[in-house]
C-alpha cells in the first residue's frame, strides 16, 4: 500500500499511533512524508530516527521547517522562541542526522502524485517543478550548502521567471516548495497570510486555485497548510491537519483511483500564536 502523510511536526508519537492504524508493514508499504517533519512538537529527535530506521519503506520531503532546522544546525540562523530543535541539536549524532536531511527532497513524483511540501507556482509543470527542486536538492547535498543556507532566506524575487539563474532560481524555488499558499493570477507569490483559503489578500488565490495552473491535471499532494485544513479533491490532496496545534495526523491511502484518508487525533503541542 502506498501512503501520503502530512506534517508531523515533531509529533512522534501521533506518527506511531498513525503506522499502527494503518496496519503498517515496511516489508509491504511505502510511505511518503509531505514535509516539517520536525519543530513545535516534543519529539523532533525520535521524529528523524523513526523516520530514517524506515529506510526504503519511507520517502520525506522538506518543509520550511526542515530547512530551518539544517540552517540552525550550521550556525545560520537562531532557533525561534516556540523551536523544538534542542533534542537534535545537542544530540551526538547531529552530524549523521543533519547529512541524512540534507539528502531529502523537495519534490517528487511517485504512483502518479506530485508531492511537495507547500504549492506549485501557477506557471511550472510538472518537469519544472521537478527540475528546480533538483537543481536546489543538489545545492543541499553539495559542499557549498553553508553558503546556500545563508543565502536561502528573502522574499525575492516574488514571481518566477524562467531567466532567474544563481542564488535569485534558487531562493524562488525553495519559497515555492516549502511557503507558498496565496498567489496572484499571475504568479506572484504572498508570503504573508497563513490563514485558511478563504482569507486570500486582494486579488489573490489560493495556489492551487489559479486559472490555467500548468499542474491543473497532474494530481498533486501537499502539507504545510494547517488552517485549509484537510483537502481532498479528484487531483489535489492537502493534508496538514493542524496535528501539532491539537488536530489530526493524516494519511491518504491512493492506488490507482481508490483513496482512503486515514486519521488519528493528537495531543496540543503549540498554541496557534503562542
Same mark, same amino acid.
Given at each position: ?12 508519537? /501521533? ?15 511505502? #510511505? ?14 525520535? @521524529?528523524?530516527?523513526? #523516520? ?14 526542515? !530547512?530551518? =532546522?539544517?540552517? /540552525?544546525? &550550521? ?5 525561534? +522562541? ?8 545537542? *544530540?551526538?549524532?547531529?552530524? +549523521?542526522?543533519?547529512?541524512? #536531511? ?14 511537495? &511540501? ?11 517543478? #521537478? %527540475? ?17 543556507? &545563508? ?6 524575487? /516574488? ?13 524562488? %524555488?525553495?519559497? *515555492?516548495?516549502?511557503? =507558498? ?34 499542474? /491543473?491535471?497532474?494530481?498533486? *499532494?501537499?502539507?504545510?497548510?494547517? %488552517?485549509?485544513?484537510? !483537502?481532498?479533491?479528484? &487531483? ?13 495526523? @493524516? ?15 493528537? +495531543? ?7
Amino acid at each position: 500500500m502506498n501512503y501520503l502523510i502530512g506534517d508531523i511536526q515533531g509529533c512522534c508519537g /501521533a506518527l506511531e499511533r498513525l503506522l499502527q492504524a494503518l496496519d503498517f508493514s515496511p516489508s509491504r508499504d511505502r #510511505l511518503w512524508l509531505l514535509g516539517d517533519l520536525v519543530n513545535r512538537g516534543p519529539e523532533s529527535l525520535r @521524529t528523524l530516527r523513526r #523516520l530514517i530506521d524506515l529506510g526504503d519503506a519511507a520517502t520525506s520531503l522538506l518543509g520550511n521547517h526542515d !530547512l530551518h =532546522l539544517l540552517a /540552525a544546525a &550550521h550556525g545560520v540562523r537562531r532557533p525561534h +522562541a516556540g523551536d523544538t530543535l534542542d533534542d537534535i541539536l545537542q *544530540a551526538p549524532d547531529c552530524a +549523521a542526522l543533519m547529512d541524512w #536531511l540534507r539528502h531529502q527532497h523537495l519534490a517528487t513524483f511517485d504512483n502518479g502524485w506530485l508531492m511537495v &511540501h507547500a504549492g506549485v507556482p501557477p506557471q511550472w509543470s510538472l518537469d519544472d517543478t #521537478l %527540475t528546480c527542486a533538483q537543481e536546489v536538492e543538489a545545492v543541499l547535498r553539495g559542499p557549498d550548502l553553508a553558503d546556500f543556507l &545563508h543565502a536561502m532566506y528573502g522574499n525575492e524575487p /516574488a514571481r518566477w521567471d524562467a531567466g532567474l539563474t544563481g542564488t535569485d532560481r534558487l531562493r524562488f %524555488t525553495v519559497n *515555492a516548495l516549502t511557503r =507558498l499558499r496565496f498567489c496572484t493570477p499571475d504568479g506572484t507569490l504572498d508570503f504573508k497570510t497563513k490563514d485558511g483559503a478563504g482569507a486570500a489578500p486582494a486579488g489573490h488565490l489560493p495556489w492551487f486555485d489559479v486559472p490555467g495552473r500548468r499542474t /491543473a491535471d497532474t494530481p498533486v *499532494a501537499f502539507g504545510h497548510w494547517s %488552517t485549509l485544513g484537510l !483537502l481532498n479533491r479528484p &487531483h489535489l490532496l492537502g493534508l496538514d491537519t493542524g496535528c501539532v496545534w491539537g488536530g489530526c495526523l @493524516t494519511a491518504a491511502r491512493v492506488d490507482g483511483s481508490t483513496r482512503e484518508i486515514i486519521q488519528v487525533p493528537c +495531543a496540543q503541542a503549540q498554541r496557534p500564536g503562542g
